[in-house]
């Protein structure tokens, strides 16, 4: 069954590549960075457990996980390809790339082994990868699942609860779930978040109130509660999968929780926001025994000078290290 679900998918991809790129046999690889690896694709296929569909009022992507329309109000049921779905390879046709998919797998393939499995999602949005960790290591027998997210916006962390719940990871499922209403910041406190739309996947916290935020555009800033890092996960918690997307804000984070991330956390997923912010990371984690699995740059604005450089942001980077400590 493996080896016709690899041939279908290479057929898949084969096809995709002829319609958008192509022959594959004249496309240089210095043009081409996708960010993950060529054997991901064997990572992904070992995970694919169901046949991608649109409902009625959800879709089931290849991995299981259902996703009520209403949790991605950004996107139209009409929009979603559902050969995407099924193989999220170069990505899933409206939300991620693959290099996020790879990573949450690689992940779950090094450190779930030993029947236990954390996942952090810190702005988690409506909890994709919450639920897709969590989903994926139901499906493995893993016995002790713990997921851990927070997101500052009150309608959206309504979403992460609806969609957890939809996916019966709930408080009845055996699955240990903390969520918090609130942004992960440097410190224990109040941030300012602002009043955004509930469509809206890019709006930051900050220190201070602002009448505009990082983008340049007018906000109505809200003081929200805010928790570090290790306050929220507890003494002595081990975390196997951290996935931050945190506008823009990633070095303060990674910095102020820096010997927390050096003894507890396995691996990190960083959705990055600027070129700047990703070489500190790099100099940073680089320097103290972290590992650079995967990576793709941010991609900015032609033409554009700005200041920050997070205002000319028009697709989001990624990095995935991996703690050699644990590797």
């Not at 029947?115 to 639920?131: D, I, N, Q, Y």
């Not at 609130?182 to 955004?196: L, M, Q, T």
Request: proline content about 4%.
């Amino acid at each position: 069954m493996l080896k016709r679900g690899m041939e279908a998918i290479a057929a898949l991809l084969s096809a995709r590549a002829d319609v958008s790129l192509g022959s594959t046999d004249e496309i240089s690889p210095l043009q081409v960075y996708p960010g993950y690896h060529t054997e991901d694709l064997e990572l992904v296929a070992r995970a694919v457990c169901a046949t991608a569909s649109l409902e009625a009022d959800y879709y089931i992507d290849g991995f299981g996980v259902k996703t009520l329309y209403s949790c991605v109000p950004f996107a139209s049921q009409d929009s979603l390809d559902v050969s995407r779905l099924q193989f999220p390879i170069p990505d899933d046709g409206f939300h991620a790339e693959g290099i996020e998919y790879t990573s949450l797998l690689d992940a779950i393939e090094r450190f779930a082994g030993n029947g236990r499995f954390v996942a952090v999602e810190a702005g988690a949005g409506w909890g994709p990868w919450l639920a897709m960790a969590g989903v994926v290591c139901k499906g493995m027998g893993v016995d002790t699942i713990r997921l851990v997210g927070a997101e500052a916006s009150e309608s959206r962390f309504a979403l992460m609860q609806d969609h957890l719940d939809f996916n019966g990871l709930g408080s009845d499922s055996g699955v240990q779930v903390n969520l918090f209403r609130g942004a992960v910041w440097s410190y224990d406190g109040k941030i300012h978040f602002p009043d955004s739309e509930i469509e809206d996947m890019g709006a930051a916290a900050s220190s201070r109130a602002s009448p505009t935020d990082y983008r340049g555009r007018s906000v109505v800033s809200i003081e929200t509660p805010c928790l570090r890092l290790d306050t929220l996960l507890g003494k002595g918690s081990e975390v196997d999968f951290l996935h931050m997307d945190v506008q823009g804000a990633e070095m303060e984070l990674v910095s102020s929780h820096k010997v927390w991330l050096d003894t507890s956390v396995k691996s990190i997923f960083i959705a990055t926001h600027s070129r700047p912010l990703e070489g500190e990371l790099m100099d940073l984690l680089g320097g103290s025994g972290w590992r650079l699995s995967r990576e793709k740059p941010c991609r900015f604005e032609p033409g554009a000078i700005r200041s920050p450089w997070t205002s000319a942001t028009i697709a989001d980077g990624s990095q995935y290290w991996l703690n050699g400590k644990f590797t």
